[in-house]
C-alpha cells in the first residue's frame, strides 16, 4: 500500500498527470469531506496538488478551489497554506504563476492576504524572495499585490 492510498483526492492531486477533468470527477465522485482530510505527512489534497512538479498551469488548482474554496484556509505540519508552497516551490518560478494567480483569484482574501506560515513568512514574501525572477514570476508578484490592495480598499 502507497502513501494515500485511501484519500482520492491526494492521489489526484499527486499524479502527474493532474488535470481539471481528474480534480472535478474526484469531486463527482466522492464525499466533499474527503477533500478535505488531513493524511500522515498532515498534508491536505490541495497541499499535495500544488506542490505537483508536473502542474503546468492553473487550471487544477482552479477547479480544486472552485469545488472546495475552503481549502484555501488549510495548514499543514508546519502551519503554511497551499499558496505558500505554490510560491515557494522552484519549479513554481516559470511554470507556476498561472497556479499561484489562480489561487489568489479563488481563495477568500484571509487566505493570501496576512497569513503566515510556521517562521511568520506571507506567500508574497515568499515568491519575492525567490533566487530567479522571471517575467510569470513577476506577474504573479504583481497579481498578488492588485488583489491585497482591492481587499484592502474594501474595508
Known amino acids: 500500500m502507497q502513501r494515500n ?48 512538479p508536473f502542474l503546468g498551469t492553473g487550471d487544477a488548482i482552479h477547479a480544486y478551489l472552485t469545488s472546495a474554496p475552503g481549502a484555501s484556509n488549510v495548514n499543514d505540519g508546519t502551519e503554511m497554506t497551499g499558496l ?26 484571509d487566505a493570501y492576504e496576512y497569513v503566515q506560515d510556521g517562521t511568520g513568512r506571507t506567500g508574497l514574501y515568499i515568491l519575492c524572495s525567490l533566487p530567479h525572477q522571471d517575467t510569470s514570476t513577476s506577474d504573479a508578484i504583481r497579481t498578488y499585490l492588485q488583489l491585497v490592495s482591492e481587499a484592502v480598499a474594501s474595508l
Do not use: K, R, V, W
Open 5 to 52: 492510498d485511501h484519500l482520492p483526492f491526494h492521489q489526484a492531486g499527486s499524479s502527474t498527470s493532474a488535470t481539471t477533468e481528474g480534480i472535478e470527477g474526484c469531486f463527482q465522485e466522492h464525499d466533499f469531506e474527503l477533500s478535505m482530510e488531513i493524511d500522515d505527512q498532515q498534508m491536505s489534497a490541495l497541499h499535495i496538488l500544488c506542490a505537483n
Open 84 to 109: 505558500h508552497i505554490l510560491c515557494s516551490l522552484p519549479h513554481q518560478e516559470t511554470s507556476g504563476s498561472d497556479a499561484i494567480c489562480a489561487y489568489l483569484t479563488l481563495a477568500p482574501g
